[in-house]
């Protein structure tokens, strides 16, 4: 009889546990725990070594640690590597983090960092991870906490490069192939980092699911639960957050701005950021996208006239693309890199606006009617990008260039890109180490496999002085020296026009006013770690 007692009391005390979490207050409980926001894209795969993309990086860095850390204005911060220095003026010595531990409670050491650097090339892919490890020969484990990296050169920005060395298990991905790592990292089965969040799930452009990592070797996560909801559209982020359905939103449209500054429910943060929209003109001999008006094909690619560059440069109103396509959330831009970055050149003046004179310049090289062209740009990928793209093609008409716009999601523009199927071009690109080399020597140095620079050069552009400019840089130790090549290589991008920088990004974010407060970055990532909860 008493035994039924019991069980009588005990059936009592679990029918109330479960009520109790079925009342309102333990759903209040748990919300509060849990961190939800909108962005306009996420990962591309949870391997952190798939591609480059930012959005792709700024997911994972939550899963995944890297070696060094880009701190809220980019400056260079330790993370897994405590402290570094150069051993002669070839090699890197990394003095690892003691004590911390991967998601399957394994150890971090020296053969996870090796086995990371050698992997980034045998599977990274459409838009490559490569110009983070290029500079490297070999990896040499000294102890468990050590590495030396020997590179092909001096290489005096290689931990500024190391802020997007993805750390993953060499236990969990050993074995892995271009073929056969997505599905493993995918599934959970390989996603194991260092990171505060362990991967939980994750539905192609629809949401990430993350839980926090108790042990996690830095400063404890007040979110239990981190979901990041991929919503490309601007209007439907914004009534989502306005309906309560999301703690914060990314890339607030300009428009929406001043209305969701007015809602007492919701606070606004805006920042200028990194980023910067530029245009690539296709340097080969034959244009695969550009004909004459009628649609007959041209003798000759236009865009290797510097007349027409010049042309293309000066029909262009970058304060309006600032102030009207971009509402106020952008800024002229002169370079390619903003003026916060090391390496910028004080001495080149603001871009002209001059239609008339492009038009002269267009019949100057024979062109007087213009000629037709595809021009491509993202849809989804950085605030204005497609409303900057779509002006840009008016103010091309202008001057006689029939520019059809071609607005497409980052998915399919990027690698598009890189198999170079456009021949005029717009994307937004960031100075993520904060040193205009990783610019540079990305995108404007010849394309050259053996010598690791020009990845993203896709369109042929090749000046023989520019590519010694920038590779004479790499490897100056001395900053003063090295500041003044990157400043000339800045300059004569001006001058040449392989590219034309355009303008750069605003950026803003909304949250509820009662539940959290953000740190922008001016990288524009938007993690968890950089979010707290209202106290």
């Known amino acids: 009889m008493m035994d039924r007692v019991k069980q009588g009391a005990a059936a ?7 009520a109790f979490a079925a009342t309102p207050l333990a759903s209040t409980w748990a919300d509060a725990q849990t961190l939800t926001i909108g962005v306009r894209a996420g990962p ?40 570094w220095k150069a051993v002669d003026n070839t090699t890197w010595e990394f003095k ?16 996870d960092v090796k086995f990371s650097i050698e992997r980034i090339p045998v599977v990274t892919g459409p838009n490559p991870l ?6 490297v020969k070999e990896t040499k484990i000294v102890d468990p906490h050590t590495i030396r990296i020997i590179t092909d050169g001096p290489a005096p920005n290689l931990p500024n490069d190391f802020i997007r060395l993805f750390i993953v298990s060499h236990k969990a991905a050993t074995g892995l192939t271009k073929d056969t790592a997505n599905a493993a990292f995918n599934s959970g ?80 943060v805006k920042i200028d950021t990194v980023y910067v929209f530029n245009m690539e003109l296709d340097q080969r001999e034959q244009a695969k996208q550009v004909t004459a008006k009628d649609g007959s094909p041209l003798a000759k690619n236009p865009f290797l006239d510097p ?57 100057e090289a024979g062109y007087p009617n213009g000629f037709k062209t595809m021009f491509s740009f993202t849809s989804d ?67 050259d496999k053996e010598k690791k ?10 000046n023989p002085v520019m590519d010694k400019l920038i590779q004479d840089a790499a490897v100056e130790m001395d900053a003063a020296k090295r500041r003044s090549l990157l400043e000339q290589a800045n300059e004569l991008v001006a001058t040449d026009r392989p590219r034309l920088p355009l303008v750069a990004v605003g950026s803003a974010w909304a949250m509820q006013k009662s539940k959290v407060t953000i740190k922008p970055r001016v990288d524009e990532d938007t993690m968890a770690m950089n979010i707290k909860p209202v106290k």
């Open 130 to 135: 490569t110009i983070y490890v290029r500079r």
């Open 12 to 18: 009592a005390v679990l029918a109330a546990c479960l």
């Open 44 to 83: 591309e795969s949870i391997d952190p070594h798939f591609t480059a993309t930012g959005t792709h990086a700024e997911a994972l860095k939550h899963v995944f640690d890297t070696l060094t850390w880009s701190g809220d204005g980019l400056e260079i911060e330790p993370r897994l590597a405590e402290s």
């Open 307 to 363: 007349k027409v560059r010049e042309a293309i440069d000066l029909a262009i109103d970058r304060k309006a693309l600032a102030e009207v396509a971009m509402e106020g959330l952008g800024k002229p831009q002169n370079q390619l890199v903003t003026p916060s970055i090391f390496g910028y050149s004080k001495k080149l003046p603001e871009r002209k606006y001059d239609p008339a004179a492009a038009k002269k310049l267009l019949a």
């Open 189 to 268: 089965k390989a996603a194991i980092g260092t990171g505060p969040y362990k991967f939980v799930s994750w539905t192609p452009k629809d949401q990430l699911v993350l839980d926090r990592f108790d042990g996690f070797w830095g400063e404890k996560q007040p979110w239990a639960r981190h979901v990041r909801k991929e919503i490309p559209n601007d209007s439907a982020r914004v009534a989502q957050l306005k309906a309560g359905q999301l703690d914060l939103i990314v890339r607030v449209p300009a428009s929406d701005v001043p209305t969701l500054e007015r809602d007492p429910k919701l606070t606004v």
């Open 381 to 447: 990928r950085l605030p204005g990008d497609r409303q900057v793209g779509t002006s840009v093609a008016q103010m091309l008409a202008a001057i006689g260039i029939d520019a059809q716009a071609n607005a497409q999601p980052a998915a399919v523009f990027f690698p598009a890109r890189t198999r170079g199927e456009f021949s005029l071009s717009m994307s937004g690109w960031g100075t993520l180490t904060g040193e205009a080399h990783y610019t540079l020597s990305s995108v404007v140095h010849s394309n």
């Open 96 to 111: 690892l983090r003691k004590g911390v531990k991967f998601h399957d409670g394994s150890d971090f050491t020296a053969e």
């Open 453 to 462: 620079f020009g990845a993203f050069n896709q369109l042929g552009y090749k």
